[in-house]
Nanobody, 125 residues
Framework: QVTLVESGGGLVQAGHSLRLSCVASGGTFSTYAMGWFRQAPGKEREFVAGINWSGDKTYYTDSVKGRFTISRDNAKNTVYLQMNNLKLEDTAVYYC??????????????????WGQGTQVTVSS
């Protein structure tokens, strides 16, 4: 059983930065792709960013390209999401998830089997 624990969320002003972390335990981390998703109130959970097992392939949803960076440290069983130039519309609960795949980055939720509990990111004006 894999456990994912996110941290780093909080309240931040628009234009500022946050870095989210997700630590995995209880299972295999380094051979799987990972993803970050977010869910705003009243909206569906959406894909934000993904990274393959080795870290040399990343993929972002259009709205965060150039502002967010996903990375991973397999020695620490941790995946990160650096979020710069935050906007009001980035406000959401952010979740990390472990993919069913290793090399390919999927955007659909059904391709992820383990999920964290989420961390709240609130961007104010």
């Amino acid at each position: 059983q894999v456990t994912l624990v996110e941290s780093g969320g909080g309240l931040v002003q628009a234009g500022h930065s946050l870095r989210l972390s997700c630590v995995a335990s209880g299972g295999t981390f380094s051979t799987y792709a990972m993803g970050w998703f977010r869910q705003a109130p009243g909206k569906e959970r959406e894909f934000v960013a993904g990274i393959n097992w080795s870290g040399d392939k990343t993929y972002y949803t259009d709205s965060v390209k150039g502002r967010f960076t996903i990375s991973r440290d397999n020695a620490k069983n941790t995946v990160y999401l650096q979020m710069n130039n935050l906007k009001l519309e980035d406000t959401a609960v952010y979740y990390c998830a472990r993919s069913l795949a290793s090399s390919r980055v999927y955007t659909a939720r059904q391709n992820y089997d383990y999920w964290g509990q989420g961390t709240q990111v609130t961007v104010s004006s």
